[in-house]
């Protein structure tokens, strides 16, 4: 891929224009490889990745970076400048090929959503960045 790194940190961008289209780093899929990944899914990076992550694409790269602590599917694709369902997919695959490791998701209420609580810590988190 030709994604580059701009000295602006904006990972897939050059200037104000993105080199790679969002829909291209997942070849058009909508659906990742493994399972579906909440938007406050933690994820870290795993050993296999500090051995193995220079064969991947930049962005991927970017993500196992940046997981070297726990980090949301959420804040990974804020600070990718990505699509959140790219960013799924692209956390997903990584996890699912042994790069990433998932935490267990959020608990959520009976209707199968996050409280407000943590909807909250989360957009303040996302506004944050």
């Given at each position: 891929?030709?994604?580059?790194?701009?000295?602006?940190?904006?990972?897939g961008w050059r200037g104000d224009a993105?080199?790679?289209p969002a829909y291209a780093l997942t070849q058009g899929r909508t659906r990742s490889a493994g399972d579906e990944l909440q938007l406050e899914t933690l994820v870290t990076a795993t050993?296999?990745?500090g051995r193995h992550a220079a064969a991947l694409h930049l962005e991927s790269q970017a993500i196992v970076a940046m997981s070297g602590r726990p980090i949301s599917v959420a804040e990974i694709g804020a600070l990718l400048h990505l699509p959140i369902g790219v960013a799924r997919v692209l956390v997903s695959d990584?996890?699912?090929?042994?790069y990433l490791r998932v935490s267990a998701a959020i608990p959520?209420?009976?209707?199968?959503?996050p409280s407000r609580e943590i909807l909250e810590r989360l957009l303040d988190g996302l506004r944050a960045c």
């Open positions: 891929m030709a994604a580059q790194l701009n000295a602006g940190g904006r990972y993105r080199v790679v050993e296999v990745a990584l996890a699912h090929a042994g959520v209420d009976v209707n199968g959503r």
